[in-house]
């Protein structure tokens, strides 16, 4: 058992520990591993590894006495993998659907992505776009709002190699489950307080709830999933990933 287990299992014995599963799906190359290393914190690269298979990072968010675990499930865009991912689907709380904005067809694909999830699980599906820092862009942020519209879902661009809008869209989104929402009707105080609790820099930067994200639409009723305890599975990622956890 490594300090950081022990640390953490300590901790978890010492507060109530509520689970969250959270799964990145879309296209190959899409930056989904960026994205989910940005929100772990870690510098941006420009390698591009394909994932293999499913991996996941545990991030534990702070809040009032509270310790959330949240389980990030980053999965391969390449078709050969696709089979693998409705067993981390089922009893997730949030699944993020990415497209690459210079990339048409992999926005094209984002509705075959959508149902595949939903003949899954009743989960809540957010569209991102990613890239927008390449001036060689294919999808209109217009485009993307119009299809989170249609499917009811909401919508953040972002940049995964600036971090634009990537804190933004990760507590807007985490704001939501119940655990946080249950007693916290004004959402941009919860954000806020989210935000300073677990070392977000630059809080007023982050507070934009749906300015880059849900196209000024109304914000869709959800209905969250909250699973309970989760079986650990063993990571099966050729990738070098590091835990900020
Ligand atoms: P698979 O594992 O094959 O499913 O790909 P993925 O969706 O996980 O993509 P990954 O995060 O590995 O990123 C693919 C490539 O895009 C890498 O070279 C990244 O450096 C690059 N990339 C990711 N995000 C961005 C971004 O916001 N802007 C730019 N310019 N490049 C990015």
């Known amino acids: 058992m490594t300090e950081q287990d022990s640390n953490e299992d300590s901790m978890e014995n010492s507060m109530s520990v509520t689970r969250h599963k959270i799964i990145f799906v879309g296209d190959a190359g899409v930056g989904k591993t960026t994205i989910i290393s940005r929100i772990m914190d870690n510098p941006f ?6 994932s293999i298979g499913v991996d996941f990072m545990s991030k534990n968010l702070k809040y009032k006495g509270q310790n959330v675990k949240l389980q990030i499930w980053d999965t391969a865009g390449q078709e050969k993998y696709k089979g693998l991912i409705p067993s981390y689907v089922r009893n997730s709380s949030i699944v993020f659907v990415v497209y690459d904005v210079s990339v048409k067809t992999s ?56 971090d634009e809008n990537i804190k933004n869209m990760f507590y807007n989104v985490v704001a939501e489950l119940p655990t946080f929402s249950e007693n916290n009707p004004n959402k941009e105080n919860l954000i806020k307080e ?44 050729a990738k070098k990933k590091q835990c900020g956890c």
């Open 107 to 162: 926005f094209d694909n984002i509705p075959k992505w959508i149902n595949f999830i939903k003949t899954i699980e009743n989960t809540t599906l957010i569209l991102c776009g990613n890239k927008i820092d390449l001036s060689n862009r294919e999808v209109k942020k217009e485009e993307g709002e119009a299809l989170a519209q249609k499917e009811g879902i909401e919508f953040f661009e972002v940049s995964a190699k600036t």
């Open 194 to 237: 989210l935000m300073q609790e677990n070392g977000v820099e630059n809080v007023a930067e982050g507070i934009k709830p749906h300015a880059e994200g849900a196209g000024g639409q109304q914000e869709p009723e959800k209905k969250l999933n909250v699973n309970g305890e989760q079986k650990q599975v063993v990571p099966n990622n």
């Open 45 to 50: 690269s420009e390698n591009y590894e394909p």
